[in-house]
């Protein structure tokens, strides 16, 4: 093996050459992930780019709804561990400044933009997040987080749009670590004893004045084993906002959430209420890769230079059918102490979960 460029930078984490990892993990992985839209709910777009080391993977993503309409363009190759560069195919990723401004390009007929992302509020590093399967850990990751505003253009099936800075935002998260990716390990074990679900609630949100981030992630009994929930404002200064609580409001008959509730509290105990109205939103089983899409997944080997651009009728049977069983990230407009602002609200609730008074998989809201 030889040296990799970076060993020149004195960054090193472990004993090993940057060509390496310091686990020799499959799952490992190294991603990055940003959303934008225009604050109607009617166009939406998410991407991403993640390396697989281990796998010898890189991939990346872009997808877009609007209205009813969603196109997913996705580039995989074999990555060659002495690139210190971030792209595959058609895509990559361009730091100009780091943890501020950014730059993604996307060339495809059918979806193509060039956006450059630049952050409101600093970015905040987030709890590590650890998800076990039984004994093994499943998810053992960092990550940090970060909301801004896009300018640009973004191309999408045929219409041209013109992205804004006062009017385009979004959020974005860079995360390493592991988390399962390729091929599925043999489920052995845990196929007898399945955990029985899974809850999730990610949300960032930015304000004219500061930036939200809570999460929340709980066993199939309530059990909270994620929890974060911070004010970051301007200047860096960031509060720790408690124990975050949820009031989710489904639409009858399914898991789809319409709007939502959270409860912080400040350091000083007062209490702070965000009221959350959902606009559009995207499956990310559906076209992003994440877990349960029947296209592709991060990760998986599909050969050099491989590329599928897919296009989805979001009310067809088999595309509903899906929902229940997704992370899905919504178009997020916010309300808190009379301040309005926009973000992201990305849950997920599979199978069973107590205090949502879902029993199993089957059951929907009433």
């Known amino acids: 093996m030889r040296p990799h460029p970076l060993d020149e930078f004195p960054i090193h984490q472990a004993p090993l050459s940057m060509a390496r990892v310091a686990t020799s993990d499959r799952n490992f992985y190294d991603r990055c992930y940003f959303n934008a839209h225009d604050r109607t709910g009617d166009v939406f777009l998410i991407t991403g780019l993640g390396v697989y080391p281990n796998l010898g993977v890189v991939d990346a993503f872009a997808t877009v709804r609007r209205g009813d309409r969603q196109w997913a363009v996705r580039f995989s190759d074999a990555h060659d561990r002495r690139s210190t560069q971030a792209e595959v195919g058609g895509y990559r990723v361009e730091v100009i400044e780091p943890l501020q401004r950014v730059r993604l390009i996307c060339e495809h007929e059918e979806l193509s933009f060039d956006l450059t992302w630049e952050g409101s509020f600093p970015s905040v590093l987030e709890e590590h997040h650890m998800l076990t399967a039984g004994p093994r850990p499943i998810l053992?990751?960092?990550?940090?987080?970060?909301?801004?505003?896009?300018?640009?253009?973004?191309?999408?099936?045929?219409?041209?749009?013109?992205?804004?800075?006062?009017?385009?935002?979004?959020?974005?998260?860079?995360?390493?670590?592991?988390?399962?990716?390729?091929?599925?390990?043999?489920?052995?074990?845990?196929?007898?004893?399945?955990?029985?679900?899974?809850?999730?609630?990610?949300?960032?949100?930015?304000?004219?004045?500061?930036?939200?981030?809570?999460?929340?992630?709980?066993?199939?009994?309530?059990?909270?084993?994620?929890?974060?929930?911070?004010?970051?404002?301007?200047?860096?200064?960031?509060?720790?906002?408690?124990?975050?609580?949820?009031?989710?409001?489904?639409?009858?008959?399914?898991?789809?959430?319409?709007?939502?509730?959270?409860?912080?509290?400040?350091?000083?105990?007062?209490?702070?209420?965000?009221?959350?109205?959902?606009?559009?939103?995207?499956?990310?089983?559906?076209?992003?890769?994440?877990?349960?899409?029947?296209?592709?997944?991060?990760?998986?080997?599909?050969?050099?230079?491989?590329?599928?651009?897919?296009?989805?009728?979001?009310?067809?049977?088999?595309?509903?059918?899906?929902?229940?069983?997704?992370?899905?990230?919504?178009?997020?407009?916010?309300?808190?102490?009379?301040?309005?602002?926009?973000?992201?609200?990305e849950h997920a609730v599979i199978g069973r979960h107590d205090p949502s008074g879902f029993v199993g998989y089957l059951d929907m809201a009433p």
């Open 140 to 345: 053992d990751a960092t990550r940090f987080a970060q909301v801004g505003s896009w300018s640009g253009v973004l191309n999408a099936a045929g219409t041209e749009f013109a992205v804004d800075p006062d009017v385009w935002t979004g959020s974005r998260d860079r995360s390493w670590g592991i988390r399962p990716s390729g091929d599925p390990d043999p489920a052995g074990r845990m196929a007898d004893e399945p955990i029985g679900g899974h809850w999730w609630t990610y949300v960032p949100l930015r304000f004219d004045d500061f930036a939200l981030m809570v999460i929340m992630q709980e066993s199939p009994d309530g059990y909270r084993t994620l929890n974060h929930a911070t004010r970051v404002f301007a200047d860096g200064t960031i509060e720790q906002l408690g124990w975050p609580r949820s009031e989710i409001t489904y639409r009858s008959g399914t898991r789809m959430p319409e709007s939502a509730r959270l409860h912080l509290a400040t350091p000083s105990g007062e209490p702070l209420t965000v009221d959350l109205d959902l606009l559009g939103y995207i499956s990310l089983n559906l076209g992003a890769g994440y877990s349960g899409d029947p296209d592709w997944t991060h990760g998986q080997w599909r050969g050099r230079n491989w590329s599928l651009l897919s296009e989805y009728d979001l009310g067809a049977p088999d595309i509903v059918a899906m929902l229940p069983y997704a992370t899905i990230d919504h178009i997020a407009r916010a309300t808190c102490d009379g301040r309005e602002g926009w973000g992201m609200f």
